[in-house]
């Protein structure tokens, strides 16, 4: 299952898309994180890197 991201909290900082191995996270329109869920692997790279604890699997 793909990891979630919490748009409230995300404060788009970019940290998750430049972690990811296949590059599966990106940034909306908004500038919010977001999770191809056809790519996540599930490795959990991006929930570690994330500053604010925005995401989670």
């Not at 299952?1 to 898309?17: N, Q």
């Not at 929930?47 to 989670?56: D, F, G, K, L």
Request: glycine share 12%.
């Amino acid at each position: 299952m793909p990891v979630t991201v919490d748009k409230e909290i995300c404060i788009g900082c970019g940290a998750c898309t430049g972690v990811c191995p296949v590059g599966a996270m990106n940034l909306d329109e908004d500038g919010k994180a977001g999770c191809d869920s056809e790519l996540c692997i599930d490795c959990g790279a991006c929930v570690a890197t994330c500053p604010v604890s925005a995401i989670s699997q």
